[in-house]
């Protein structure tokens, strides 16, 4: 086997290793420090890009304004559905009060028919 030679370290040997560490850790902080940078401004853009589709004050005012509008527009949907009823009630009296006894005479003649003709329900 052939025995390897050793140098002896020097300074001057020690001092260029620790430029080189030196210069290596420089240009490693600095490369993280870039990327670091780039991931802070996505991440500005994306808060930004989030706020821009997020509805203003200005926006949820004029929903409320319309909203509004459709409350009104029920009440008075409420109010007329109500009068309808009203009037449909004092149709129904009027026909059984003005036409009661006929409907109960076509009643009876229907089933006068229906026992002529022996017609089972």
Partial sequence: MAKIK???????DLKTVVDNL???MVKGFKKQEKLTD???DNLAAMVKRGFDKTARKED??????DLEV????????KSD???VKEKIGNMEKTILREHGFQIKELGNRVKYVEEAFTIDK
């Fill in 6 to 12: 050793t140098k002896k370290t020097t300074i001057d």
């Fill in 22 to 24: 030196a210069v290596a």
């Fill in 38 to 40: 780039e991931k802070i």
């Fill in 60 to 65: 949820l005012e004029v929903v409320k304004q």
């Fill in 70 to 77: 459709v409350k009104t527009d029920v009440h008075f949907l």
């Fill in 81 to 83: 559905m109500q009068d």
